[in-house]
């Protein structure tokens, strides 16, 4: 049978065979099964968002429901619906704000460029029209979009593309000297610093005791903006149901994407806290220029609604700091016996420093169906966190094998 080649797929070279690809038809708790019947253990949860598993009936089954009742209808000015309002209210309630607002749409980038527009608009409506600065972090990931492309701190995503958004300026990981002598030197014209509380897709990196706190501080003293790109982070990931509140540390603004619908169906968004979000209602002549066609959808809002009740119900944000535990002690493990030099991770997301190029580990943990993945020397655990003990150790066990057969 010829395998259509019509599919170009993200983050992939299109000169890839789609024959070659893993063709995934089910999936059940952190298990999923290829068109061959070959298991893998989802040790990426999906792409870091697949927070309760796989084929979790109160999803699908609140999802049909909200298609039966009303499947689709947009929330731009005039409308608005039930789980739209509902899912905004359920993030309000999760967040470290008293009363924010919460932004919708679909994905991480949609987020991430929404958060960065608003921290302009309102530095603009300040007055402080030379404030357009955004700072960015090295190892930062933030999307694909053109405004997340240029907030990223991964240079090879930022080349090739011609001239990005300009206005973005670098500083070195976890270091709060860099943050400041920049701050020293643009501080009147920087509108927003932009962070993941744990950088993700990087390679796992938490920040250094310390470093979160000072980055608010320098934002408080120059009048700029603190956003937290919690895309990963947020909906339990860290062992809280934020980054924020992990570090104990607030922005002004939170994206969020992934955990907040396990991925049922796409949802995403920004967290307006409140001195924001006042700011932003006062004049009842400002209009919000900025949204997306399906900002509010109803499905989307419907699954993030059963999946935060399921995140709720089931204690999943300290399964989280379980899920962390046992894989410390696998990979403490691995350390003493000298097969890995070193892990560093928060919650349930984990990075296994093996000391050299992680992707042929990697593909060789995929063939013994385990699926991590490679960020440099790093192989990456960041599995749905429902992973039951055995699992973990499955992967552990894997990793090892893997080192010693590559
Ligand atoms: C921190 C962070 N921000 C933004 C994004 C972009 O999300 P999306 O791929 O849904 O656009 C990602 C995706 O991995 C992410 O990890």
């Known amino acids: 049978m010829t395998v259509p080649n019509n599919l170009l797929h993200p983050f992939a070279y299109p000169a890839k065979s789609e024959s070659e690809f893993v063709n995934v038809v089910s999936g059940e708790g952190a298990v999923i099964t290829d068109d061959t ?10 792409l870091w968002y697949c927070q309760v598993g796989h084929g979790r009936r109160p999803i699908i089954e609140a999802i049909q429901k909200q298609a039966d009742k009303l499947t689709t209808y947009n929330v731009f000015d005039p409308f608005t619906n039930e789980a739209a309002r509902e899912v905004a209210a359920l993030i309000a309630e999760k967040s470290p704000f008293d009363d924010p607002r919460v932004f919708l749409g679909c994905s991480g980038s949609e987020a991430v460029d929404s958060a960065l527009k608003i921290a302009r608009i309102v530095q603009q409506r300040r007055g402080h029209s030379g404030k357009q600065i955004i700072v960015r972090r090295t190892h930062g990931y933030h999307g694909t979009n053109f405004g997340g492309t240029s907030a990223q701190g991964i240079a090879l995503n930022r080349e090739g593309w011609g001239d990005l958004v300009p206005h973005f300026l670098e500083v070195p990981n976890n270091n709060i000297e860099e943050l400041s002598k920049v701050f020293a030197e643009h501080g009147s014209n920087i509108a927003a610093v932009i962070s993941e509380p744990v950088q993700g897709a990087g390679g796992v990196w938490p920040p250094e005791d310390g470093y979160l706190q000072g980055m608010r501080k320098l934002c408080d003293q120059h009048n700029a903006l603190l956003i937290f790109d919690e895309v990963i982070c947020g909906f339990g990931r860290t062992g809280s149901w934020f980054g924020a509140q992990t570090f104990g540390v607030t922005p002004d603004l939170m994206t969020f994407a992934k955990g907040v619908s396990s991925g049922y169906v796409p949802l995403s968004g920004v967290i307006v806290g409140d001195s924001v979000a006042q700011e932003m209602a006062a004049e009842s002549d400002f209009l919000f220029r900025h949204g997306y066609t399906y900002s509010g959808h109803p499905l989307s809002s419907a699954a993030g609604v059963a999946n935060i009740k399921l995140i709720e119900s089931e204690g999943l944000i300290d399964r989280a700091n379980h899920v962390g535990k046992k894989t410390v002690e696998g990979l403490d493990a691995l350390v003493a016996d000298g097969i890995v030099k070193g892990y560093r991770g928060v919650g349930a997301m984990w990075a296994a420093d093996i000391g050299r190029d992680a992707i042929p580990v990697r593909n060789d943990m995929l063939t013994r169906g385990v699926i991590a993945r490679g960020v440099g020397e790093a192989v990456i655990w960041c599995p749905p966190l429902i992973v039951e ?18």
């Open 389 to 406: 003990d055995e699992q973990v150790g499955q992967f552990v066990e894997t990793l090892a094998s893997s080192l010693a057969a590559v």
């Open 37 to 46: 019947g070959k298991q893998y253990i989802d040790g990426m949860a999906s």
